[in-house]
């Protein structure tokens, strides 16, 4: 029984590492598409994103048949849950690499503004780097590498709060901006929730390693332990 539990477990994280690869190919390419106003390439990523719903329902079917199956308990039962949790966490940012890769096509060909571009695409770099980042945590099971990922995330918030600013004052005084400086904002905004999910799953590494349930606001961690 134990080493069919192994097995079908070991099979639950290859699941979850093809997932993981999957996004974090969506993260690059939609940030690249947008940086480049690739509409192909943004067509890709909306594409693909069927590939990733579809990790999803395949790990929740999994965990939910290994829990059922198994009846696993603590370190193990800790492995399928943070599994379930987490790829859900993963989903959504999926579903903001196809936000952004949208915005994308409808920015075709319209007013663009060059020194916001740049913001955006130091953004979506760093999103991409926190999220490859936070994967190799969960790979090591490093509880402090997970806390330091977290503490990033006020980066992509300072950010956000830069390019809605410079957004207004440009659209302000530029009447052909208005329309795109809304899209940039919402661009931002799709790249600022992708660190706050990339948040999410530093918190189940945390709760992989200690088994608590835990909301990672930047600083107010230093108690823990690895």
């Known amino acids: 029984m134990r080493e069919t539990f192994d097995h079908e477990l070991d099979q639950l994280h290859v699941r979850f590492a093809e997932m993981g690869m ?33 990790c999803e329902t395949d790990l929740e079917k999994m965990t939910l048949e290994l829990i059922a199956l ?3 308990v ?14 859900s966490d993963i989903e959504r940012i999926g ?5 952004i890769s949208r915005a994308t096509i ?74 795109s400086g809304s899209d940039y904002t919402l661009v931002a905004t799709y790249l600022e929730r992708i660190g706050d999910y990339v948040t999410n799953l530093c918190e189940w590494i945390v709760f992989l390693k200690k088994g608590e349930i835990v909301e990672l606001n930047p600083g107010r961690n230093d108690d823990l332990q690895e």
């Open 22 to 54: 999957l996004v974090s190919e969506a993260i690059f390419r939609s940030v690249k598409a947008f940086a480049d106003h690739d509409k192909d390439l943004a067509n890709q990523v909306i594409e693909r994103d069927l590939s990733i719903n579809q």
């Open 70 to 72: 198994y009846q696993p």
């Open 74 to 87: 603590t370190s193990d039962l800790r492995e399928v849950i943070t599994i379930l949790k987490a790829s």
């Open 95 to 99: 579903d903001h690499t196809v936000s």
């Open 106 to 179: 409808k920015m075709k060909g319209t007013y663009r503004i060059a020194e916001i571009e740049v913001e955006i695409a130091k953004m979506g770099h760093y999103a991409y780097q926190m999220f490859e980042a936070a994967l190799d945590a969960y790979v090591k099971r490093s509880l402090q590498q997970a806390l330091k990922i977290a503490q990033q995330d006020l980066f992509l918030d300072h950010e956000l709060a830069k390019i809605r600013q410079r957004c207004v004052e440009i659209m302000q005084i530029d009447q052909q901006s208005v329309v």
